[in-house]
């Protein structure tokens, strides 16, 4: 990315009053920001750089920043000249766009691949409903967003309570999964919970709350054994150490 164009070498003196306004390419703003000689202090003060000025004294001015960088402009002992363009990004005309725009269409079979796997492996079933939309997403005929609305939509008005949980758990599964938020911490765990069943009962699923009492659930994958959950009181203390334990994992892998 371009972030600076030094001024070329001249041997005839500019005129500072040929020079002198501040010449701001609508096309580019807010990309580009043409710094031009003699505006000192005006100039600085109408860029909001921070308190970088640009001293009519000869001595060295601070050094400008790209705030969108986080990085500084060369050191050295330069003049107004030697800033002739700073920039924060390109210079193409691409716009902003949704993300969920570019995603290929064998990512987003692996996306409900995955939401009614985890289904599965808890004896939960989806609709043909759930299916049918989850086809319209997959081949671009709907967004994620519309498959929601309507799968959370068919649940209001019909009396499916066999594949509500799987339908209504699996449409927020790959919306997290469209979405990537996702981030190595506690709460995250609890985030991801709370948004997964926010569309059922909260009385029964809790969402986003812990347990009042420790609990077993029995796996047939398991041979009847249940994992080991761990007891309220050290929630806290088993989360992290858990997560702690995960993260020297993807160092050492990363």
Partial sequence: MHKMAHSENSSQAENPEERSSFQQPAALYPKRVTIEPGMGYAL??????????????????HRPQDKTLGKRLPAGNPSEKDYQTVTADSFDNFEYEPATQFIPEAKKNHYWAVATGLQAVDGLETSGYLRENARAYISGE?????????????????NDAEHAEADLVSQRI??????GAFFLAPEMLVRIHEYLFQDLDPAVYRPGRFKHERMIKREEILNGDSVLYADPLAYEMSLKGAFSEASVVCVTRG
């Fill in 142 to 158: 709907k967004t994620l967003a519309e498959t929601g609305s309507l799968i959370r939509e068919y649940h209001r008005q019909n």
């Fill in 174 to 179: 790959a919306e997290l999964l469209e979405k």
């Fill in 44 to 61: 600085s003060a109408q860029l909001k750089l921070a308190g970088n000025k640009f001293p009519e004294n000869g001595k060295q001015p």
